[in-house]
């Protein structure tokens, strides 16, 4: 059957797509979250951007494509409520764990959530592998002191003062146990820089480090503000979180046999 013309074209509009990028995703779709038909796979789509598939099509689709959705913890709109004032607000559900909630946000404020939670996993792993990559490779050519040996002084004032302020509030969680999860894209640049004869085999240049490291400091700093992120700032995340992941594929025996 024929994917609803109108919903195609809400969907469209929303996504700011060609029908050819459309159906990308619906393949994406059908491999990740499959089986399903290439209808369902749109219909899908359509669902998790908010557009209510009641207004177009029956009810028992709308009931097949709900059926679909991952039971993980990937937030959600449930369904929208409109205030006393005129405006749309949105009730959510972040999972299955958590009762849906009316926290007074817009729809387009909670479009902006989805395409974020897209984001912030891709954010988390690209930093927090640098780091896990620049202990390793220190580590095991200097010992368990290399920070003390082989930082600058500035670097290890700067964390200094982050770890001393997070003492101050010992009923937040702590970042880690290690210097180097307290270390911004300032700081791991430094550590690079002043060790580049031991990164220099696993960087393909200084300048392809730190420019990725500068463009990805203002998105980082915007994701840890809850604020919604440039289309092209997205896709800067999604290019550099790619070229990261295929650069450890390439140099993993490397990094795994240094001593």
Known sequence: MATNRKIR???????????????????VIKTNEGPMSTEDAIYLIAHKEGIDLSKYVDKSIVDRVRAL????????????KVKNSGERTVIIRINPNIPEVDAMLSTSLVEDMKKMTQLYPLQYILENSLRVVIKRVLEKKYGAGWWETRVKKETKENVKGRREKEAKTPWHGKRGQHEIYYSDFSDLKNIIFKNWGDFKNIFPSQQWIFQKLDELEHPRNVIAHNNPLSEDDRKRIELYFSDWIKLLKQKMKLIQDIN
Do not use: D, F, I, T
Request: aromatic share 0%; glycine share 6%; hydrophobic share 30%.
């Open 9 to 27: 074209a809400e969907l469209l509009k929303r996504l700011r797509c060609s029908r050819q990028a459309l159906s990308q995703r619906a393949k």
């Open 69 to 80: 959705m991952p039971q993980g913890g990937r937030a959600r709109e449930s369904h929208v």
